[in-house]
Every structure is written in C-alpha cells, then in structure tokens.
C-alpha cells in the first residue's frame, strides 16, 4: 500500500513484529519548493540512510510488516509531536529550510496533509492487527556538521523512554554480536521518541528503539546483514517477553 504520507510494505498480522520508520524517505512533493539545495536531500538531514532498504528486507520474512514515511523529514517530521516546533524544521544540522518559513495557515496544511494521516493510519494499522513487537527503526549519521568534536562510536543505539522492557533484551543480544551498542545513544528517548510514546507506549505495546549508524546500512551488503541481524534479535526479544 502507498499513500502519500506513508506506505505499508508486508503484511500486517496480528502478533506479527511491526517495523516503523518515521524517516525511510526523501521524497519532496512536486508542489513543495524547500528552497534548499537538491544534494542536501540525499543527506542525513533529508533522510534516515539506509532504513527503508532494511525495513524492506525485513518486511519480506514471515511475521514482518514494515509502515514507512513517504516523505521527507525536512516536508514533516513523523518523530515529533504536532505542536512541536521542529515538526516542520526551519533548520537541521546547519542547514536552513526556508520553504518551511510559512505562516500559521501554512504549518496547518502541511500536518493536515502530512502529519495526520501518517498517524492516524498507523494508529489503524496497530488496532486492526495488534503487533507483539514493534521495532522503530531509524539511522544517525557518524558525525554532525555542527558539532564535528562530538565521537559517535556506537554502530547501533538502543532508545526508550518509559518502557524499557523490550530494550534490555535487546541490547545484550547486540553486544552478544561484538557491536558497539549505545544505551540511550546518541541521543535518550526521553528526549525524542513521539512516534513510540503515542503507538507503542500508548497502547501498551512492547517496542525497541533502534539507531544504526548509517554507515553500517549505506550499501546493499550492510542493509542484508543488518536486516538479518534485527531479524534475528527481534524475533529474540519477543520470545523472551513471551509474546
């Protein structure tokens, strides 16, 4: 199924494993001038490099769907919340937006077109088919333009917020692997996990926030070992909980 906010790949089932990537895209709508130059689209700022072509694989095994954002980050970001100033970024990693410098009429559209129905279909995804496991995948670049001195060493990061059940399973299976696993790294989700708060924590569903540096995933090698690797520790986690 492709919508313009979002699209399904696999298919959904009830005590499936269900992998959510808010930032899978760098699509920009034909009607929608960003005002930025077009090779920032192909960057992390656009972008989560590398997770759709491994939700992609993951939405092939047996039990996996996959519910992916279909535009790009810098038209709305699906990991904030509405009212959220950086839902419809003015700037990211240094970069201006001034496409998005628009009024309150114009941030309106843009969540009514974008925002809102990326939610509402995901809300309606979960209740038709009640994952037992949901895994929030995105990517984080190696290091940020702004802040060049900050070392990212973690190949994947675990995040949470509240419900951090399905998180400590997973992360002693990744360091079981010989990765750098980051706990809250590169950034808590305490600070920044919307999407998992309102359709996993809100609905009492167990979930694993996971970051993978993107080098990992850049090429087509990576995407097939890391989509066989959270294969793998998904499918772990989920017989631990007992679900």
Same mark, same amino acid.
């Given at each position: 199924m492709?919508?313009?906010?979002?699209?399904?790949?696999?298919?959904?089932?009830?005590?499936?494993?269900?992998v959510?990537s808010?930032?899978?895209?760098n699509?920009?709508?034909?009607?929608?001038?960003?005002?930025?130059?077009?090779?920032?689209?192909?960057q992390?700022?656009?972008?989560?490099?590398?997770?759709?072509?491994?939700?992609?694989?993951?939405?092939?095994?047996?039990?996996?769907?996959a519910?992916?954002?279909?535009?790009?980050?810098?038209?709305?970001d699906?990991?904030?919340e509405e009212?959220?100033?950086?839902?419809?970024?003015? =700037? +990211?990693?240094?970069?201006?937006?001034? *496409? /998005?410098?628009?009024?309150?009429? #114009?941030? !309106?559209? %843009?969540?009514?077109?974008?925002?809102?129905?990326?939610?509402?279909?995901?809300?309606?995804l979960?209740?038709?088919?009640?994952?037992?496991?949901?895994v929030?995948?995105?990517?984080?670049?190696?290091?940020?333009?702004?802040?060049?001195?900050e070392?990212?060493?973690?190949?994947?990061?675990?995040?949470?917020?509240?419900?951090?059940?399905?998180?400590?399973?997973?992360?002693?299976?990744l360091?079981a692997?010989?990765l750098v696993?980051?706990?809250?790294?590169?950034?808590?989700g305490?600070?920044?996990? =919307? +999407?998992?708060?309102?359709?996993?924590? *809100? /609905?009492r569903l167990?979930?694993? #926030?996971? !970051?993978v %540096?993107?080098?990992?995933?850049?090429?087509?090698?990576?995407q097939e070992?890391?989509?066989?690797?959270?294969?793998?520790?998904?499918?772990?986690?989920?017989?631990?909980?007992g679900?």
């Amino acid at each position: 199924m492709i919508e313009e906010a979002f699209r399904v790949l696999g298919t959904p089932v009830v005590g499936g494993i269900l992998v959510v990537s808010d930032h899978a895209s760098n699509r920009v709508p034909d009607d929608i001038d960003l005002g930025i130059d077009p090779a920032l689209l192909d960057q992390h700022v656009a972008i989560d490099i590398g997770v759709a072509e491994v939700a992609k694989r993951l939405a092939e095994k047996s039990g996996f769907a996959a519910f992916l954002g279909n535009v790009s980050r810098l038209v709305c970001d699906f990991n904030r919340e509405e009212d959220a100033p950086a839902v419809i970024p003015h =700037a +990211s990693d240094g970069h201006d937006i001034p *496409g /998005n410098l628009f009024d309150v009429a #114009g941030r !309106e559209e %843009r969540l009514a077109r974008f925002h809102r129905p990326y939610h509402s279909a995901l809300s309606d995804l979960i209740k038709t088919a009640p994952p037992s496991l949901i895994v929030s995948l995105h990517s984080f670049t190696p290091k940020l333009t702004t802040r060049p001195e900050e070392l990212r060493p973690w190949q994947v990061g675990i995040l949470y917020n509240e419900d951090d059940q399905a998180s400590r399973l997973a992360i002693p299976l990744l360091e079981a692997e010989g990765l750098v696993v980051g706990d809250q790294q590169p950034y808590s989700g305490k600070l920044l996990n =919307a +999407s998992m708060n309102l359709h996993a924590e *809100g /609905n009492r569903l167990p979930y694993v #926030g996971v !970051e993978v %540096r993107q080098d990992q995933i850049a090429d087509a090698a990576g995407q097939e070992t890391w989509a066989e690797r959270l294969g793998r520790v998904a499918e772990a986690v989920r017989q631990q909980l007992g679900r």
